[in-house]
């Protein structure tokens, strides 16, 4: 079974509006990623925040953490039709194999 | 330099074929792995190496079989196909223990009749 629930299922907004995504898991993690999946493409990594992180940046990108509820949100500021995608969280857990478990996504459409 | 590179793009099998999806890296990546993603969802882990010579089983294994036949090169291998294992199926790789990032191929879309 999937570690993550991601929640909303399916975002549609407008551009230059803000888009936020949030994630949960079940087990204790190492770390927690984002990635974005195009229409028909592979997944390509986005940010990863570690455990004793509890936000990180990247460009118009923002990540929290919150290990006690074992969440995490992603945010875009200012959207653009390019950040139509799918986005997905995925956990490496504390123990164990450097393994990605994914959760089921997020789609996001931006609407011009 | 290519990436994760994936063969072929779409397949459509028969109930009961057989065949071997290819992965391969430019990126001297230690790790690589096997996921497929259905319909809405996210990705499933059927299959991973964490180094040339080791695999291990993921979340999904039943029905799959996998070589790692040297450091660039990663196959995965449907023996007898069933309608469920209709999919797209995606390969990643990753540098090392302290590399957790993982870089994907873009896919191959497998269809079993």
């Known amino acids: 079974s999937q570690q993550g629930e991601e929640d909303p299922q399916a975002l549609s907004i407008q551009e230059g509006e803000n888009a936020t995504m949030n994630c949960s898991y079940k087990?204790?993690?190492?770390?927690l990623q984002w990635y974005r999946q195009n229409s028909g493409r592979g997944l390509v990594h986005l940010i990863l925040?570690?455990?004793?992180?509890r936000e990180k940046h990247s460009g118009r990108l923002r990540v929290t953490l919150d290990t006690s509820k074992k969440s995490s949100s992603l945010l875009i500021t200012a959207s653009r039709a390019a950040d139509t995608a799918s986005y997905f969280c995925a956990t490496v857990p504390l123990y164990g194999a450097q393994k990605l478990v994914f959760g089921q996504g997020t789609r996001l459409t931006i609407n011009p | 330099n290519a990436g994760v590179t994936q063969t072929p793009k779409f397949q459509v099998l028969k109930t009961g074929q057989s065949m071997t999806l290819q992965c391969a890296q430019d990126m001297n990546h230690n790790s690589m792995y096997w996921y497929r993603q259905d319909p809405g969802m996210g990705l499933r882990l059927i299959y991973y190496?964490?180094?040339?010579?080791?695999?291990d089983k993921g979340e999904v294994p039943n029905g799959y079989n996998v070589s790692r036949l040297n450091k660039r090169e990663f196959s995965l291998r449907l023996e007898s196909a069933a309608p469920s294992q209709t999919s797209v199926y995606f390969c990643?790789?990753?540098?090392?223990?302290?590399?957790?990032?993982?870089?994907f191929g873009p896919g191959t879309r497998l269809l079993v009749l």
């Open positions: 990643a790789s990753r540098g090392g223990w302290y590399q957790e990032t993982q870089y």
């Open positions: 190496s964490a180094s040339e010579g080791t695999t």
């Open positions: 925040i570690r455990s004793n992180e």
């Open positions: 087990t204790s993690i190492n770390n």
